[in-house]
T-cell receptor, first 115, second 111 residues
Framework: EAQVTQNPRYLITVTGKKLTVTCSQN?????MSWYRQDPGLGLRQIYY???????DKGDVPEGYKVSRKEKRNFPLILESPSPNQTSLYFC??????????????FGPGTRLTVT | GENVEQHPSTLSVQEGDSAVIKCTYS??????FPWYKQELGKGPQLIID?????GEKKDQRIAVTLNKTAKHFSLHITETQPEDSAVYFC??????????FGTGTSLTVIP
């Protein structure tokens, strides 16, 4: 089954304790992206990646890091989480074929709480 | 960067009625406008999209219209059913890499 998986689905942590949220897709997609979803703000893009070793900032990259060492994986790293990073996080992937239709496939989400 | 505004934030309709959600965008260079449906506890899922060279697109009960001059696009759902109840997001992009989403519309279809 074609899918985007995220782990963990739920995470409660404390301020300053480094954490990583993993994202993996099995569709051989070149493009992957991270979003955060907050009430009243919709989805905001954090980082995206066009391919292995190619990453770019989205609209709200502060406080986050990403890496793309393998095509299927795109982990989101919070080096020193703060309470304002409490949010629902989504990973998404998309194909970059010539006739790319820009459709993004989203993972199930990771609900992060930073106390 | 791009700014996408979405209205209304909540919408209740009777089953069988139509629902319309509207979005405006600021960057005239944006050329792809998807609509996503998010059910409770799940990630968003694409339901329909439109490119800037098309004015309208329809898929069964769902349609999207685009007015490039006014920089707004709308989602139309006809003959609504309870399973249409969800949060809907519009989005815009120019490059297909950076996406800007609206703030979402919570649609409730009352049986």
């Amino acid at each position: 089954e074609a899918q985007v998986t995220q782990n963990p689905r739920y995470l409660i942590t404390v301020t300053g304790k480094k954490l990583t949220v993993t994202c993996s897709q099995n569709m051989n997609h070149e493009y992957m992206s991270w979003y955060r979803q907050d009430p009243g703000l919709g989805l905001r893009q954090i980082y995206y990646s066009m391919n292995v070793e190619v990453t770019d900032k989205g609209d709200v990259p502060e406080g986050y890091k990403v890496s793309r060492k393998e095509k299927r994986n795109f982990p989101l790293i919070l080096e020193s989480p703060s309470p304002n990073q409490t949010s629902l996080y989504f990973c998404a992937s998309s194909s970059l074929h010539r006739n790319r239709d820009y459709e993004q496939y989203f993972g199930p989400g990771t609900r992060l709480t930073v106390t | 960067g791009e700014n996408v505004e979405q209205h209304p934030s909540t919408l209740s309709v009777q089953e069988g009625d139509s629902a319309v959600i509207k979005c405006t965008y600021s960057d005239s260079a944006s050329n792809y406008f998807p609509w996503y449906k998010q059910e409770l506890g799940k990630g968003p899922q694409l339901i329909i999209d439109i490119r800037s060279n098309v004015g309208e697109k329809k898929d069964q009960r769902i349609a999207v219209t685009l007015n490039k001059t006014a920089k707004h696009f709308s989602l139309h759902i006809t003959e609504t059913q309870p399973e249409d109840s969800a949060v809907y997001f519009c989005a815009a992009t120019f490059t297909g890499n950076q996406f800007y989403f609206g703030t979402g519309t919570s649609l409730t279809v009352i049986p």
